[in-house]
């Protein structure tokens, strides 16, 4: 029991040095600089016989509280310098000792200056994933961030984001660490870190207390100069769409809602986090070092005490008390359940009050939850908005990853708005809301395995049809979200129970792919766990191994009957671009037309090689169009081949990142179909966030290319997608492609001017739908051709005229 009568909470959170020394010398690290330099008389490397009794106590703890999961992270020092052998033996020695007893969330936090691949092969073995500490671009990291001879880390540290960006490693890249120094430029240090598109940031305030506080300007006469840097990089942020998750910014707007804190550092949550020191000793969270000598000590290890006795530390104790561990001023503050009193070792001072007070941020703090309460905690929409250069820079047909990711985000807040709708809005099933729950649940624990479900193409159709509000809508709605739920447990590797309803005898898991069941079988219990998952259905037991989607069936039990087969989404990863062939999912049938059943194998490797050879054209002759397709188009779905053999290709409004094409014959056809349908997907995404013509416009357009009339939408985003077909040619003809390229450039640029003079002239454009359209303009402009050319244009376009179909999807 602890000193409050009570058992004591469990921990969750485990901090393990592998290697007490560091390769670099930062004038502001806590471990090194600060008041406690217990460092000092640490071994250099954790031992085997630390790093085995380290799991077996953790093992030992989660199995008396039960807990599902524990979060385990490699630090130091700078635990690369442990080595490979060393840290693959603490991953083996935690993964053995919790298997079948929790889920083990593994991490690493480095400063990545000798990150290399072999070390992220190794990573990508035990799923470790890594977080990355860089203070910005070159000049801020050089304030601290250097060698102890003086030399920038800064060119390193890029080089190693380069990798974790690179779509095999992409999956282990947990976020970026940046310690805020005033001197900085905020907007720049944003900037400099949204260039490297991690999927979070964690802005880290200086370890500082009231004995040593932190370093104001002068004129800091207010004590809110860390809110105002804050603050400005929350604007930027905004203004830039919130390219990616921010967790102060996260923390501060949940716990304002009432929900939990992303970081110790605000909020009310008990404390659950020991540290392992490379010795065995265990200690109280790191941040204390900058507190006094000794601070963190618990004068307990690793081979005599349990982490039951180490959780009953007074020290630990005294930072689960919620309200009443804070000082009076803290309590009687307004903002007290976001800020939580701040990070408990930012209270110190050793007047004998020791961390009984606020924080030495407390006005920072203040100022900065109550400000972003006041500009997001009212009826207005928080989400991103496309800044006026983003969208200029789309207008020209092109698209940089950071701005087409910042489509991706908004598409995912979509989604995540309409399943919110589905399920307030449809009637309930007592399994669908266990089902709800399993995946509220996961949204706290491992929110980037629900975005990943959520981010499919195809959720939004499902989404959409279940809020149609006829017979079957609560049907589809309540086995979409039994589907959401299971293939999100299975994609953060944690266990759950999941009924699936069943429909047509097909299990669908978005984003992994799809089990055939027995004829008649209406219902599926999936349980999921850290190494597959087992359906049960009807009289039959399927167990399901490996790593989605490529699971394996090994174990089938039942009347022995032939009918069941697991047909996984098949993942291409390509130079630089992953993308998944859809051939089950069966919400794809959205595109117009027919898709193709599951291919065999040689079709798959055929689509492969198409893609491989396609994707290369695209990066060597449309490298303005290619960082755009790698950054949101994530999945192609094939369509059944026309009798006539013509090129067919589709995007659908509501499928975000998906195209749908029958595969050509050649790969630079294939180039043309993937440019030309990616630009409807991109202008869709933007109309769901910019009005650029008035949807109550009625009049009906012609284009140059159908003889039949348009809704000024369907005109606009003809236009644009034949901005890609005229880039397309153009890069034919000034590659060699002769007088045919010259005549087939000339032909769609001129149509595509024609077309886009009518949006121009239609009276019907917002003012950004006519800058926009103005920029695609200038985009066409240049480049004159021959006279030849532009006579057998003429004859083409003429000729198109009189043969297309009216309402014929046929590629250019």
């Known amino acids: 029991m602890t000193a409050m009568g009570r058992p004591p909470l469990p921990l969750r959170q485990f901090v393990l040095k592998m290697h007490s020394r560091c390769d670099l010398a930062c004038d502001h690290c806590y471990v090194y600089e600060h008041a406690d330099q217990s460092w000092r008389g640490r071994p250099l490397v954790v031992s085997d016989d630390v790093l085995r009794a380290t799991a077996e106590r953790v093992a030992e703890h989660a199995k008396i509280h039960e807990l599902d999961t524990v979060h385990v992270v490699l630090h130091g020092g700078e635990p690369l310098l442990a080595g490979r052998t060393r840290l693959r033996r603490a991953a083996e020695e935690l993964t053995t000792a919790l298997s079948g007893v929790c889920e083990l969330d593994l991490r690493i936090h480095t400063n990545a200056v000798t990150l290399d691949e072999r070390f992220l092969d190794l990573f990508a073995e035990f799923g470790i994933k890594v977080g990355v500490s860089l203070d910005g671009d070159r000049a801020a990291n050089d304030l601290h961030r250097r060698y102890a001879d003086g030399r920038s880390s800064h060119d390193r540290v890029l080089k190693a984001v380069a990798l974790l960006n690179r779509p095999r490693h992409r999956h282990l890249f947990a976020g970026i660490l940046c310690t805020v120094d005033l001197r900085n430029d905020p907007v720049a240090v944003h900037d400099a870190l949204a260039e490297l598109a991690p999927p979070r940031v964690d802005f880290l305030l200086p370890h ?56 110790e550092s605000l909020g009310l949550a008990p404390a659950d986090l020991a540290v392992i020191e490379t010795d065995g000793t265990f200690e109280q969270a790191d941040s204390l070092k900058t507190a006094h000598e000794g601070a963190p000590a618990t004068g307990l290890d690793v081979f005599a005490h349990s982490l039951d006795e180490v959780a009953a530390h007074p020290g630990i104790v005294a930072r689960q008390q919620g309200l009443d561990g804070l000082a009076a001023q803290c309590r009687a503050c307004p903002v007290v359940r976001s800020c939580g009193g701040g990070l408990y070792a930012h209270r110190y001072r050793s007047d004998g009050s020791g961390f009984l007070n606020p924080s030495v941020y407390c006005s920072d703090l203040l100022s900065l939850i109550t400000d972003l309460r006041d500009r997001h905690m009212t009826d207005q929409s928080v989400r991103p908005a496309l800044a006026e250069h983003h969208l200029a820079e789309l207008a020209t047909g092109r698209g940089t990853s950071t701005t087409v990711r910042l489509l991706a985000r908004h598409q995912l807040s979509l989604a995540r708005e309409l399943l919110g709708h589905v399920w307030h809005e449809t009637t ?132 022995g009957s032939e009918g069941s087969a697991w047909r996984g989404s098949r993942r291409f990863e390509l130079d630089g671009w992953s993308v998944t062939l859809e051939d089950t999912d069966p919400w794809r049938d959205c595109h117009g037309h027919p898709a193709h059943p599951r291919l065999t194998e040689d079709e798959a490797e055929a689509w492969r090689a198409g893609l491989s050879a396609a994707w290369a054209w695209i990066r060597r002759e449309l490298p303005g169009y290619a960082p755009g397709i790698a950054a949101g188009l994530r999945l192609i779905t094939p369509l059944l081949p026309s009798p006539e053999h013509a090129d067919i290709s589709s995007a659908a409004r509501d499928a975000f990142g998906a195209v749908a094409i029958a595969r050509p014959t050649t790969a630079e056809t294939l180039a043309l179909l993937l440019v030309h349908e990616f630009q409807h997907v991109k202008l869709g995404a933007v109309l769901d966030l910019v009005d650029l013509h008035d949807p109550a416009c009625e009049t009906l357009f012609y284009a140059p290319w159908r003889p039949d009339p348009r809704p000024l939408e369907g005109l606009l985003q003809g236009t644009y997608a034949h901005l890609a077909v005229v880039d397309f040619w153009r890069a034919r003809w000034r590659g060699g492609g002769g007088h045919e390229a010259e005549a087939r450039f000339s032909r769609w640029r001129d149509q595509t001017d024609r077309a886009a003079r009518t949006l121009a002239e239609s009276a019907a454009l917002t003012g950004d739908g006519e800058r926009f359209v103005a920029r695609l303009r200038e985009a066409l402009a240049g480049d004159t051709v021959s006279a030849d050319a532009l006579r057998a244009a003429r004859r083409a376009a003429e000729e198109h005229r009189r043969t297309v179909r009216p309402y014929g999807s046929e590629a250019p």
């Open 208 to 263: 500082a207390t009231w004995d040593e506080p932190p370093p104001r300007p002068a004129e800091d006469t207010d004590g809110t100069a860390y809110a105002r840097w804050l603050l400005a990089v929350h604007d930027r942020w905004t203004a830039a769409g919130r390219p990616m998750d921010v967790r102060v910014f996260d923390s501060v707007l949940r716990t304002l809602r009432g929900e939990g804190s992303l970081t």
């Open 428 to 559: 309930h099933t007592p399994e669908g809301e266990d089902a709800w729950e399993t995946l509220t649940g996961l949204d706290g624990e491992a929110p980037e395995a629900v975005d990943e479900v959520l981010t499919h193409p195809y959720v939004r159709p499902w989404a959409l049809r279940s809020l149609a509000g006829d017979a079957e809508a609560a049907g589809t709605a309540m086995r979409g979200v039994a589907e959401i739920a299971a293939a999100a447990a299975l994609r953060a590797g944690r266990p759950a129970t999941v009924v699936v309803p069943v429909r047509d005898g097909l299990l669908r898991l978005p984003t992994l792919g799809t089990l055939t069941l027995e004829p008649g079988v209406e219902r599926a219990v999936i349980r999921t766990d850290a190494d597959g998952f087992t359906v049960h259905a009807g009289d039959r037991t399927y167990t399901m191994t490996g790593t989605g989607p490529a699971y394996t069936t090994n174990t089938m039990t039942g009347d």
